[in-house]
């Protein structure tokens, strides 16, 4: 089993940043691929970014390409997700996900693991 727990979300103004961490514990030897995702009021739940855990670039929605980016730690156990210039359309539950799927997709059906969520409330 795998557990992940996220922090760092809050309420910030248009135009202000946040830093999301997830970190996760557990069988962890096994995940291949970390993501982040959110679904905003009314909204179904969507990817925003994800990584190899392995390394690589970070792929991500087009709607936060250019103002988040996510990254990991060296030692592999905890993702970040650095969300900069803000826009109210950001205001979300944000997830932490883990899959162990070879193939790091933007399916959510991939991930076996989630965070309980952290909430995000951008202010226009």
């Known amino acids: 089993q795998v557990q992940l727990v996220e922090s760092g979300g809050g309420s910030v103004q248009a135009g202000g940043s946040l830093r999301l961490s997830c970190t996760a514990s557990?069988?962890?030897?096994?995940?291949?691929?970390l993501a982040w995702f959110r679904q905003g009021p009314g909204n179904e739940r969507e990817g925003v970014a994800r990584l190899y855990r392995s390394g690589g670039p970070g792929y991500y929605a087009n709607s936060v390409k250019g103002r988040f980016t996510i990254s990991q730690d060296n030692a592999k156990t905890t993702v970040y997700l650095q969300m900069d210039s803000l826009k109210p359309e950001d205001t979300a539950m944000y997830y932490c996900?883990?899959?162990?799927?070879?193939?790091?997709?933007?399916?959510?059906?991939?991930?076996?693991?989630w965070g309980q969520g952290t909430q995000v409330a951008v202010s226009p």
């Open positions: 557990g069988h962890i030897g096994a995940l291949e691929c």
């Open positions: 996900a883990a899959s162990t799927e070879i193939y790091c997709r933007d399916n959510e059906r991939d991930f076996r693991y």
